[in-house]
Each structure stands twice: as structure tokens, then as C-alpha cells.
């Protein structure tokens, strides 16, 4: 059984900051990808920001320069760190994990999320 564990989210102010983790405990023989994404009300959850196994990163284009995707692989655990924000990036951000687990005898890959985390930024 795989779990996303989030924490970090919270009230910041207008262009100020918050860093959110999510680590990924399991049977889990690699990761290919970790990622965040985030939904408001009303609306469809987008992807922010994921970086891969190899380092190869993509940020939404509203957060470019604002936020930053990293790793510890040590950890399984994957960092978001959100700079400036702005009220727009409210949201409830959830943590995606695309990995290779093994069950028995054999691997099967999967896609997981965590359970989200609330960001709230006032203005």
C-alpha cells in the first residue's frame, strides 16, 4: 500500500511564502515522476509544477518564477516552494506520485494522490 504523505500548506499574505512536502512511503522500487497540482473551487484541477526521475521540471505558466520543484530521493519526498504568491494561487494543492511498486513477486506501475493540502493567500 502506497501513501502520499502533504504537509506545509496554510494562511500566507500576499507575496509572501510557504513550502509544501509530500513524501511517499510503500513498496516502492522507483519513482518516475512526482508532481503538484492544485484545484479552486469552480474549477478543474491543473498541474503546477513535476519533476521527473531525471530532473526535467515543468511549471504551469502562472507560477514560472514564483515556485520551485525539487526532490530528496533518499526521502521519496518531493518539495514545493511557493514564493510571491499571489490570492489566485489559493487553491487545495494535491500531490501526484507516478511510481514502480512491487507486490508478491512481480512490479506494476501507478499513478497516486495524496489527501491535499489548503493553501490560502490573502491579500
Known amino acids: 500500500q502506497v501513501q502520499l504523505v502533504e504537509s506545509g500548506g496554510g494562511l500566507a499574505q500576499s507575496g509572501g511564502s510557504l513550502r509544501l512536502s509530500c513524501a511517499a512511503s510503500?513498496?516502492?522500487?522507483?519513482?518516475?515522476?512526482m508532481g503538484w497540482y492544485r484545484q479552486a473551487p469552480g474549477k478543474e484541477r491543473e498541474l503546477v509544477a513535476r519533476i521527473t526521475s531525471g530532473g526535467s521540471t515543468n511549471y504551469a505558466d502562472s507560477v514560472k518564477g514564483r515556485f520551485t520543484i525539487s526532490r530528496d530521493n533518499a526521502k521519496n519526498t518531493v518539495y514545493l516552494q511557493m514564493n510571491s504568491l499571489k490570492p489566485e494561487d489559493s487553491a487545495m494543492y494535491y500531490c501526484n506520485a507516478d511510481l514502480l511498486l512491487l507486490s508478491i513477486s512481480r512490479t506494476f506501475r501507478n499513478d497516486y494522490w495524496g489527501q491535499g493540502t489548503q493553501v490560502t493567500v490573502s491579500s
Open positions: 510503500g513498496s516502492i522500487v522507483s519513482i518516475y515522476a
